[in-house]
């Protein structure tokens, strides 16, 4: 599989773990479906602001986002100020544990100077309810996309990692998902199979080299650290100001070792993209520590963010936004390249667990 295929394709909500109804969210709730713009006013108003009306949907599959106008009692020079961000968190797919963690991480960078969006708060409370769905408010925040890394870009985004690395290794998060061969492989390679998404005629394929990738890629699991990461740093979650880049959607932050976030800023394995890891790891060390053991999880990760990618769209596919999205779900042509992928994949795996006997580090 190419790493754009990867790379972008995959830029999924990367959520998996035992208990898959609630996680996924496979409950009903015609009032997440239809949520209407006096729904979206009426839960900004609740909380003391005053709207102008103006509500504008965003781009998210995943959960419910829009921008709200509000009237400011003082004016700003900054139009920014004007607006508010309110997310609705699909229901079942999160407990109130588990988003007040993601909102305890972006407290806790900002509080160390890291720039990351965290939610406002009301009478102390970031997380609120409107007709049984969680939701949260945040600022409005202007960003470009990080159209290419550059030379400039690179470190101070290697340097930035470190430090939001450090600050997440400070606290355990109890409820957030581990993201190992269990809740990322197995579990959906259970669902996957369970549906009626897969023919047939593919399913022993695809379960025995499932498989045999999650035997491979067991040992290069143990004796890994574990933390609190953002979990889904692809390119897309990265906006900066001038050279200052910023990460955004904390939404699957998880429990993972810190290469993830370090492989999914820099996915490829041409020689340019591994020019650039190691520029972006240069500047990590700057600033924190880093078991260099880990790089040998990628191969690993990639595979397991494939499947769980699959099993994503499985999830949602009676969601017609998602029918629009992936039109060539469930067919042949799908599951006859996502089987080729797979087994690529076991080839670079079965590399790293080589290396990795040859030197032990």
């Known amino acids: 599989m190419s790493?754009?295929?990867?790379?972008?394709?995959?830029?999924?909500?990367?959520?998996?773990?035992?208990n898959l109804s609630k996680i996924w969210g496979d409950e009903k709730s015609q009032t997440f479906h239809n949520l209407g713009p006096d729904d979206i006013l009426n839960s900004v108003e609740e909380l003391g602001y005053k709207t102008t009306g103006r509500v504008l949907q965003l781009?998210?599959?995943?959960?419910?986002?829009?921008?709200?106008?509000?009237?400011?009692?003082?004016?700003?020079?900054?139009?920014?100020?004007?607006?508010?961000?309110?997310?609705?968190?699909r229901p079942g797919r999160w407990n109130k544990e588990q988003i007040l963690e993601e909102h305890e991480f972006l407290f806790d960078l900002n509080e160390n100077d890291i720039d990351a969006i965290a939610p406002h708060k009301y009478q102390e409370k970031s997380l609120f309810e409107y007709k049984n769905l969680y939701y949260c408010l945040f600022p409005k925040r202007a960003g470009r996309a990080v159209d290419e890394w550059t030379e400039e870009l690179v470190p101070i985004m290697g340097r930035m990692l470190a430090r939001l690395h450090n600050i997440g290794a400070q606290k355990k998060a109890q409820h957030r998902l581990n993201l190992d061969i269990d809740?990322?492989?197995?579990?959906?390679?259970?669902?996957?199979?369970?549906?009626?998404?897969?023919?047939?005629?593919?399913?022993?394929?695809?379960?025995?080299?499932?498989?045999?990738?999650?035997?491979?890629?067991?040992?290069?699991?143990?004796?890994?650290?574990?933390?609190?990461?953002?979990?889904?740093?692809?390119?897309?979650?990265?906006?900066?100001?001038?050279?200052?880049?910023?990460?955004?959607?904390?939404?699957?932050?998880?429990?993972?070792?810190?290469?993830?976030?370090?492989?999914?800023?820099?996915?490829?394995?041409?020689?340019?993209?591994?020019?650039?890891?190691?520029?972006?790891?240069?500047a990590y060390l700057e600033m924190s520590d880093f078991n260099f053991k880990e790089l040998k999880l990628i191969e690993s990760l990639r595979a397991l963010?494939?499947?769980?990618?699959?099993?994503?769209?499985?999830?949602?596919?009676?969601?017609?936004?998602?029918?629009?999205?992936?039109?060539?779900?469930?067919?042949?042509?799908?599951?006859?390249?996502?089987?080729?992928?797979?087994?690529?994949?076991?080839?670079?795996i079965q590399d790293d667990v080589e290396s990795l006997n040859q030197y032990p580090y």
């Open 3 to 18: 790493h754009a295929h990867v790379a972008a394709a995959r830029n999924l909500k990367s959520v998996a773990g035992p």
């Open 59 to 89: 781009n998210s599959m995943e959960n419910r986002v829009y921008e709200v106008e509000v009237d400011l009692d003082t004016p700003s020079d900054n139009p920014s100020d004007s607006f508010l961000i309110i997310k609705f968190y």
């Open 183 to 282: 809740t990322f492989g197995v579990k959906n390679l259970e669902y996957i199979l369970s549906s009626n998404y897969l023919p047939k005629e593919y399913i022993e394929n695809y379960k025995t080299t499932c498989e045999m990738i999650f035997k491979l890629a067991s040992p290069l699991f143990e004796n890994i650290s574990v933390q609190r990461v953002h979990g889904d740093c692809h390119h897309g979650n990265v906006l900066r100001r001038d050279l200052v880049p910023f990460l955004i959607d904390f939404d699957d932050m998880s429990i993972a070792p810190r290469v993830q976030d370090i492989w999914m800023i820099t996915p490829g394995r041409d020689q340019y993209s591994m020019e650039l890891r190691d520029k972006l790891l240069d």
């Open 305 to 348: 963010r494939m499947i769980h990618f699959s099993s994503w769209i499985a999830h949602r596919f009676e969601d017609e936004s998602f029918k629009r999205a992936f039109p060539t779900y469930g067919t042949h042509q799908y599951w006859e390249k996502e089987i080729y992928d797979l087994k690529e994949q076991i080839g670079f």
